[in-house]
Every structure is written in structure tokens, then in C-alpha cells.
């Protein structure tokens, strides 16, 4: 097999099984308005990395995806339960504030670190290109194992979602889904940076939005129209020696453009 043929099957196959999964999860954050959410989780995944440099843990190993999940189970365990019943302060603006703080202190770990602007830089755009087929089995069976306890729960999760049903325990469904949301950061931030992987969760979900409410037919076009827009975004880099983070996100945003004319457009059927 060619270098270029290897390239291209290692990277479509991790963005087919990466796109499943966070377009749906995508779909949850849009519907329920709390869009900072996962800039929260992805920033806490860097955070932890960050952190597990400054302790001595190299970067993109066992241990500093450990550090990271850690973060980001502190993370979700706030977003759970930081919901202000206040109209006066909607949940969002609690969101964007945990999100700024993180930031902020991502930021000051990383001053101290040597080399550390080049650390921030790396969990901003990621390292897309080091992924490999033993991070491509990982992941896809992570979040196979993720897809079914969503799947099993798809009732506690939507009828929060939807909001047409009182979900006993709110709180601890909201822990569980904001858990599997970080799962997938850890996973997938070290690779693709965060600027990526917000992308990937908020780009398609937000395009099938526009257009449907079920939840089947939103997954899968919402799966397509991401994957193709990021085999265009990695062959533009590929071909043209585009930065390959950029690329992708380039390519989802102008599918997002065209999918915002279309919409305004087309009239919505009532």
C-alpha cells in the first residue's frame, strides 16, 4: 500500500467513526442550548495535559490522557450540577463563564511550562496527523461501548433533551451525559486540538438542525455531510499543503454557510 492510499484510509476511517457520535452528542447540546459545554470539557482535556507536562508526564501518553480524564470528570460533575433554575442567569452564561476560567488557568500552567506557548499551540490544533491504527481501534471501540449505553438510556437522555417528560434524577443523567461528552474530548483533543474537535461536535449537528427533528435521519445526514466535508478539508490539505486542523475546520464552516443560505432559502414547512 502507498504512503499517500495508507494516509488517507488511517484518516478517513478515524473521521467516519469520530463524526457518529459527535454529531449526535452535537445534536443534545444544540437542542438543550448549552453550546459552551463542550468548549468546557475540551479545554479541561487540554488543561489536563498541560498540567501533566508541568508533572513531568509526556504529552499524548497513557498517563496524560488519565490527567485529562480526571479534569474532565471534575468538569462534567460542575456542569451537572451548576443549573441555575434563576431565568436571570440562564445555565449558558454559567457555562461560558466555567469555560473562561479554564482557559485562563490552561493559560498560566502553560507560562510555566518550558516550550509552553508551542504546548498551547499543539492543544489548539492538534497532531491529526500522528494518528495510527492502534488509535483508530481504540477510539472506534470506545465509543461503540459509548454509542450503546446512549442507545440503552436514549429515553433519560432525549426526554431531557426535548424536555417533554420529568427524568427522575436530572442531575445524575446530566453527569452521565456531560461524562460521555468528556469522554470522547480525552480522546479526541490530543489528536485533533480543541479548535477541531468543537467542530466536529458543534458543525454537523448544527447543519442537520436546520433542517429536522428526528433524531435517526439528523445522525446519519448530519454523519455525511460532516465526512464529506472533511475528506474535502483533508484533501485540500494534502494536495494544496494547507495546515491540516485549519483544512477541516474551513471546509465544515463553508458547509455550514451554504447550509444557512439554503435554509433561508427554502421555506420551512409548519
Not at 33 to 42: C, Y
Amino acid at each position: 500500500m502507498s504512503e499517500a492510499l495508507s494516509f488517507f484510509c488511517i484518516q478517513i476511517s478515524f473521521l467516519a467513526i469520530v463524526l457518529i457520535l459527535h454529531t449526535y452528542i452535537g445534536l443534545h447540546v444544540i437542542r438543550r442550548s448549552i453550546i459552551f459545554s463542550d468548549l468546557v470539557l475540551d479545554q479541561l482535556a487540554a488543561f489536563g495535559a498541560l498540567a501533566g507536562i508541568g508533572l513531568g508526564i509526556s504529552y499524548g501518553t497513557g498517563l496524560s490522557y488519565l490527567v485529562s480524564l480526571v479534569a474532565v470528570l471534575f468538569g462534567s460533575l460542575l456542569l451537572a450540577i451548576l443549573n441555575p433554575r434563576n431565568r436571570l442567569i440562564p445555565r449558558e452564561a454559567i457555562i461560558g463563564i466555567i469555560y473562561a476560567l479554564t482557559l485562563v488557568v490552561s493559560l498560566l500552567v502553560a507560562d510555566k511550562l518550558p516550550g509552553g506557548a508551542a504546548y498551547v499551540s499543539k492543544t489548539l490544533a492538534g497532531c491529526m496527523l500522528w494518528v495510527r491504527w492502534p488509535i483508530v481501534v481504540i477510539t472506534a471501540v470506545t465509543y461503540i461501548a459509548l454509542l450503546m449505553i446512549h442507545y440503552k438510556f436514549r429515553h433519560k437522555f432525549i426526554g431531557i433533551t426535548e424536555g417533554r417528560q420529568i427524568v427522575k434524577n436530572e442531575k445524575l443523567w446530566d453527569f452521565l451525559f456531560f461524562t460521555t461528552q468528556g469522554i470522547i474530548t480525552v480522546l479526541v483533543v490530543p489528536i485533533a486540538g480543541v479548535l477541531l474537535a468543537y467542530a466536529f461536535l458543534m458543525i454537523p449537528a448544527a447543519i442537520v438542525a436546520m433542517f429536522t427533528r428526528k433524531w435517526v435521519n439528523a445522525v446519519i445526514v448530519g454523519w455525511g455531510i460532516g465526512l464529506f466535508a472533511c475528506v474535502i478539508g483533508l484533501c485540500a490539505s494534502y494536495f494544496c499543503d494547507f495546515p491540516y486542523g485549519p483544512s477541516l475546520v474551513l471546509s465544515l464552516g463553508l458547509f455550514f454557510i451554504c447550509a444557512v443560505v439554503i435554509r433561508s432559502l427554502v421555506p420551512q414547512k409548519t
